[in-house]
C-alpha cells in the first residue's frame, strides 16, 4: 500500500439549482433541496480545509453555481487561500456586472457549457428557450474581462453530427480550450441513455474529426475528447483513481470521491459540516473502499494495467451490474463487457429519442 | 483564425495570462495551474519557465542557463528550451 497521497482539486457543487434541464445532468436523481445548501462561512471553511490539505485548485459548479448570491465570496477565499479558481457555468444567469465583481474576487478561468453549435437542438436539449443567445454573450462577457474560456459540448447521438460546428464556434467565440465530452452514463444520463447513445461507427466518425480537428488546430485550440466507455478495450481511469486526486462536496456538505457517487445506494458519505476534510480523506469509510488496489476483484487484480485505470468506474459497475466492488463493464476483459457493448449498439440503433428531463421530482 | 507560432531563439516568451507559476508545498514541486489542468515542472522546466518573464529574448534565456548550469553544453540547452517552449505555447500555456 502507497502513502496517501494529498488531494489536487476540489469540485464544490454549491447549489444543485439550474435554470437548464438537460437530460444527461451529473448530478444525482434525487437533487439537493435549496433549505439543505450550505451556508457561506462553511464553505469558506470548506474551501479553505481543501487548499491546506494540498488542493491547487477549485472548480465551482453546480446545478448552476451562479444562481449563489455568494459565490463572489466564495471564489474570493479560494484566491486567498492560493486556490486557482474555475467557474463551471451555463452562462445563461450571468450579466456584466456580475462578471465583473466575480472578476475582482480573483475568477481565472470560466467553463461555459453550450448543449450544441446552435440553438434549435441545444435549446430543445437544455430545456430552456433563448440559452444560445444568452450563451454567446456570456462568451462574450468573459473574453471582454480578459478570463480565459472553455466552451464545453457534451456529445450524444443528438447533436454529434455538428461536431464540426461546435469546433468552429468554440474558435469563433475566442475560447482557449473545447471540451467534447461524451455522456457517461450514471444517474440522469442512465435514465436517458436510449435517447443520447451513439453507435459505433458515429464514435468512430467523431474519433477522426476530432483527431484531425486537433492537428488543424494546434496553437490555437487545444481539444479535451472524453469517448464514451461502453465501445472502448479498456476503462476509464475514473477520477485518476477512487480518494485519489479528487474531492467533491455536495450542496448540503456531503464529501464525494466522485460527483456520481451518490448514485452507489447504500454508502454512506461523511459530511464536511461535521468533520474536517483532512479526516473524511484520510478515514472515512467511503474514501478507503475503493482507494488503492487492495480491493480488486480478478481480473483487476492481476492486470499490470490496475494502476493506469485502477479498476475504471465504481459508479459504472454499480449502475450496469448491481454490485460497485465488480469489475468496470467497460473492460473488454470484464464477463460484462458484451453484455455492455450489446446494449449499447441496441439502444442506438433504436433511436428512441425523448427526454425524461431533469427536474425536482422527474428522478 | 491566429497561425500556429513557430518558436525561435528570436522569441520572447511569457506565461499566458491567467497561467499561474506556483510551487506545490504539499508534493514539494513546482507547477503551472492552468484552466482545469496542472502542469508538473522538473527543475530544469522550472528554471526555463521562470526566466520566460516576457522581456528576455530566449537568447538571453539560454545564456543565462548556461552560466547556471556550466556543465551543460549550449546546442543541448538551446534545444531544450525550444522543445519546451514551443510545447507550451502550442497548449497555450506561454504566449510568445
Given at each position: 500500500m502507497t502513502a496517501l497521497e494529498p488531494p489536487l482539486a476540489l469540485l464544490a457543487e454549491l447549489t444543485h439549482r439550474c435554470p437548464l434541464q438537460c437530460p444527461y445532468c451529473s448530478n444525482p436523481l434525487a437533487l439537493e433541496k435549496p433549505a439543505n445548501e450550505m451556508p457561506t462561512a462553511d464553505w469558506l471553511r470548506a474551501i479553505n480545509e481543501a487548499a491546506g490539505l494540498g488542493c491547487l485548485q477549485v472548480h465551482f459548479s453546480g446545478g448552476e453555481p451562479t444562481v449563489r448570491r455568494d459565490l463572489e465570496e466564495l471564489v474570493a477565499g479560494a484566491t486567498a487561500a492560493g486556490l486557482y479558481t474555475n467557474l463551471i457555468t451555463s452562462g445563461v444567469a450571468l450579466d456584466a456586472k456580475r462578471l465583473t465583481s466575480l472578476t475582482a474576487a480573483g475568477l481565472e478561468h470560466v467553463q461555459l457549457s453550450f448543449q450544441d453549435s446552435g440553438a434549435e437542438i441545444g435549446e430543445r436539449i437544455g430545456g430552456y428557450e433563448g440559452a444560445h443567445a444568452k450563451k454567446l454573450a456570456t462568451a462574450k462577457l468573459v473574453r471582454d474581462a480578459g478570463l480565459p474560456l472553455t466552451a464545453n459540448f457534451v456529445i450524444h447521438r443528438q447533436n454529434l453530427h455538428h461536431l464540426t460546428e461546435m469546433l468552429d464556434m468554440a474558435v469563433a467565440i475566442g475560447a482557449h480550450r473545447a471540451e467534447i465530452a461524451n455522456v457517461q452514463y450514471y444517474g440522469w444520463a442512465l435514465k436517458n441513455r436510449a435517447a443520447l447513445m451513439p453507435s459505433r461507427t458515429q464514435l468512430e466518425e467523431m474519433t477522426a474529426t476530432v483527431a484531425a480537428a486537433r492537428a488543424r488546430l494546434e496553437g490555437v485550440l487545444v481539444i479535451d475528447y472524453v469517448v464514451p466507455d461502453y465501445y472502448a478495450r479498456r476503462p476509464k481511469s475514473c477520477m485518476g483513481g477512487w480518494g485519489r486526486r479528487f474531492l467533491n462536496i455536495s450542496p448540503s456538505g456531503k464529501v464525494l470521491p466522485c460527483h456520481a457517487a451518490e448514485s452507489l445506494t447504500g454508502m454512506a458519505f461523511d459530511n464536511v459540516r461535521q468533520r474536517s476534510l483532512a479526516e473524511i480523506w484520510r478515514d472515512s469509510e467511503a474514501f478507503n473502499r475503493f482507494r488503492g488496489t487492495d480491493w480488486m476483484p480478478e481480473p483487476c487484480k492481476s492486470c499490470d494495467r490496475k494502476e493506469i485505470?485502477?479498476?475504471?468506474c465504481r459508479c459504472q459497475a454499480f449502475a450496469i451490474t448491481?454490485?460497485?466492488?465488480?469489475?468496470?463493464?467497460?473492460?473488454?476483459?470484464?464477463?460484462d463487457h458484451a453484455r455492455l457493448v450489446e446494449l449499447a449498439a441496441g439502444e442506438a440503433e433504436a433511436a428512441a429519442d425523448g427526454f425524461v428531463y431533469r427536474r425536482y421530482g422527474a428522478g | 483564425m491566429s497561425e500556429r507560432i513557430l518558436i525561435s531563439m528570436m522569441s520572447i516568451p511569457r506565461l499566458a495570462p491567467h497561467m499561474r507559476l506556483r510551487h506545490d508545498k504539499a508534493r514539494a514541486q513546482w507547477t503551472i495551474q492552468a484552466p482545469e489542468r496542472s502542469f508538473v515542472l522538473d527543475p530544469v522546466a522550472h528554471a526555463i519557465v521562470s526566466r520566460c518573464?516576457?522581456?528576455?529574448?530566449l537568447d538571453a534565456v539560454v545564456a543565462d542557463l548556461c552560466d547556471a548550469f556550466p556543465g551543460a553544453p549550449r546546442e543541448v540547452i538551446e534545444k531544450d528550451v525550444i522543445a519546451l517552449v514551443q510545447n507550451f505555447v502550442d497548449k497555450s500555456v506561454m504566449q510568445a
Open positions: 485505470d485502477w479498476g475504471g448491481g454490485d460497485a466492488a465488480r469489475t468496470d463493464p467497460a473492460c473488454g476483459l470484464s464477463g | 518573464d516576457g522581456v528576455a529574448q
